[in-house]
């Protein structure tokens, strides 16, 4: 019995430090921030508003679980740099800078799509980088 409550013990540790990244507000103010301000076209604009977290996600997911493109790739980049999300959720102003690297990185990935070959190509052809509205 105490090797079961301390095996739950250390179990419930590890998974209250891990720091999963999924829809919060600071993310996708900082994606806006980037690709849909004042330099963007209307209409990319409103498909970004429309979007809102499915620029990463999919529509009626697990928004922990399932990632679209490039919600994925972004997820992986921000946990190869170690970004400190609980941080940045605090002060989003303070890390913007080097989200921004990140993201800007993330672009050059492939997307998947046979047209607009990376996420850039994407966003330059007026497309969210992961997929549609829904994030498909």
């Given at each position: 019995?105490?090797k079961?409550?301390?095996?739950?013990a250390?179990?419930?540790?590890?998974?209250?430090?891990?720091?999963?990244?999924?829809?919060?507000?600071?993310?996708?103010?900082q994606?806006?921030?980037?690709?849909?301000?004042?330099?963007?076209?209307?209409?990319?604009?409103?498909l970004?508003?429309s979007a809102k977290c499915n620029?990463?996600h999919?529509?009626?997911?697990?928004?922990?679980?399932?990632?679209?493109?490039?919600?994925k790739?972004?997820?992986e980049?921000?946990?190869?740099?170690e970004?400190?999300?609980?941080?940045?959720?605090?002060?989003?102003?303070?890390?913007?800078?080097?989200?921004k690297?990140?993201?800007?990185?993330?672009?050059?990935?492939?997307?998947?799509?046979e047209?607009?070959?990376?996420?850039?190509d994407?966003?330059?052809?007026?497309?969210?980088p992961?997929?549609?509205v829904?994030?498909?």
């Amino acid at each position: 019995m105490k090797k079961l409550l301390f095996v739950v013990a250390v179990a419930g540790f590890a998974l209250s430090t891990v720091s999963p990244v999924f829809a919060i507000k600071q993310l996708s103010d900082q994606f806006k921030a980037n690709y849909a301000g004042d330099k963007a076209e209307p209409e990319f604009k409103e498909l970004v508003a429309s979007a809102k977290c499915n620029v990463c996600h999919v529509n009626k997911e697990n928004k922990k679980k399932v990632r679209n493109p490039y919600g994925k790739a972004l997820h992986e980049a921000l946990e190869k740099d170690e970004f400190p999300l609980k941080e940045f959720k605090k002060e989003p102003e303070k890390f913007a800078e080097r989200l921004k690297d990140i993201m800007k990185k993330v672009e050059g990935e492939k997307s998947g799509d046979e047209e607009h070959k990376t996420f850039a190509d994407r966003i330059k052809a007026n497309l969210l980088p992961g997929g549609d509205v829904e994030g498909k």
